[in-house]
């Protein structure tokens, strides 16, 4: 959100938990922000599937 939407951490702080829960969902579930975490499982998981064919 403070990347994307140029958003100060204090915009991000102050805002409505569930309106914002409400905007993100609004997206195609590809179009959603993920954590870095399952970014990466999910590139490590197309790359092996990949290597696999």
């Known amino acids: 959100m403070i ?3 140029h958003w100060s951490i ?4 102050n805002a409505n938990y569930y ?3 409400r905007i993100l969902q609004s997206k ?9 975490t399952t970014a990466i499982l ?3 998981a197309a790359q092996a599937k990949r ?3």
């Open 42 to 44: 999910h590139i490590r």
């Open 51 to 53: 290597n696999h064919k």
């Open 3 to 5: 990347t994307n939407l």
């Open 10 to 13: 204090e915009q991000f702080d």
């Open 19 to 21: 309106e914002l829960s």
């Open 28 to 36: 195609e579930r590809k179009d959603r922000p993920v954590d870095p």
